[in-house]
């Protein structure tokens, strides 16, 4: 019993971002000293941010075993073993599975270096083993969580939570009522094919078709001869492709904001055209209210059913009064751009440590990370947008155009400067004077695609224009 005459416990004064702020040192704590051996499948800038994460948090890449080549020295290792450099030729989707039976000549190299096997492995996002070499991978992904990344399985989770998603049917790929099945479901703008996962994972715009009429439906259906076993057949609906995150902790699930994910199509062939994310697009206030809401019934059942811990995305189309969702991806995802806002929280290696569980991470409070996190990503917009073009589609080099933006707050003005940068098979958008007033960034991607490239892109404002 509580003795009455005892002092009050004395408030707690501290605000979510500084207990937050503690996981950083406790990941300072953890890495400091500990050598790693990086396993990846190319030089990237997933990659790279790993390798700085656990760079700032005094760790030391002591090697660096590359599917593709990697330099000497990447990373700041001080050693390499490619691939390549030993007559193993891996395209990118088996590399996390030959990391689960590597060769004998590998084993004696890294042996060799970790007699005593005291390095601690990191992988990729998709690393499925536990241990590498007879060493521990931290933050592995486990293979069971590949069901919910399967778009021909997920509906049944979003129908468990109540989460609204398109109407939709799932086929046999040659099944004869495919036909019949685009026919129920079209609403007027045609249906969206989508691939399950049985030959491998698919994220972005991989493994989707839009067909808008009875002629296209072949030629999508020959797009994925020999790729998949069943289709999904969903409505198309019109809205603002969008995604959130959210990270299932002990305490309970945080929900962070959602983010436009830069989606544009060709009306010729109904291509889908992922450019990248931007966090400064706004839901309307009672659509970002529902969305996060539902994050959180979803981080919900992925721990009741899949005991999962960890980030996981959320992707759907958001519209004038609701949305709703079409694809989960159980796993740390692109987008979230904490490092605009706050650069020092080494958020990939905080979601490794809680998806193995370790004390003072996955019992870290859900609130002050989800506090924390929305509020710098609201403080520090960011965007990162880059569309795929054809080889010599556009001459190289920098520039700004001015583009349709609707009105800008203050003075009345239709266009925005957008400076961008043409790469050899790319366009980036490098900066916008001012969002427009919704944020979306993907109408002004369009735009300045199409004056430079002729690339005949739409976006989303497109649906709402007919």
Known sequence: MTDPAAPAAPADTTTAHERASAVIDRLHAYWAGREVVLLVNRYDGATRALADELTACGAVIAAVVAGSRCEPGAFGARHVWNCADHGISLPRARFDAWLREPPAELVRWLDDLDPDRTWTALGT??????????????????????????????????????????????????????????????????????????????????????????????PALDDFAGTTDRLRVAAFMPGVPFSIMGMVLDSGVAAFEPFEIITLRDPADARLVYGGTSTWWRADPEVRRQIRHHTRLVGERLAAEADYRGMFSIDGLATGDGFAVTELNPRHVSGLSLWAGWPEFPARLFNRAVQERVAGFVDSDWQDIEDSFSEA???????????????????????????????????????????????????????????????AVAPLAAEVANRLCSAGLVSFLDDHAH
């Open 125 to 218: 996002t998709y690393t499925d083993t536990g241990e590498f070499c007879s060493r521990p991978v931290h933050g592995w992904w486990r293979r069971e969580w590949a069901h919910w990344e399967d778009k021909t399985e997920v509906d049944a989770l979003w129908e468990r939570a109540g989460t609204p998603a398109p109407p939709y049917e799932v086929l046999p790929v040659d099944s004869p009522d495919l036909t019949g099945a685009v026919a129920r479901l079209d609403r007027g703008r045609g249906v969206v094919l989508a691939a399950d996962a049985t030959r491998s994972a698919l994220g972005s715009s991989k493994g989707l078709r839009w067909v808008r009429r009875p002629d296209e439906l072949q």
């Open 377 to 439: 990503i609201r403080r520090s917009p960011a965007y990162m947008v880059k569309i795929p073009l054809e080889e010599g589609q556009a001459e190289q080099g920098t520039g700004t155009v001015l583009v349709p933006g609707g009105p800008k707050d203050g003075p009345e003005s239709d266009e925005r400067a957008v400076r961008y940068s043409i790469e050899p098979k790319a366009l980036r958008v490098l900066d916008v004077d001012q969002p427009r007033q919704d944020g």
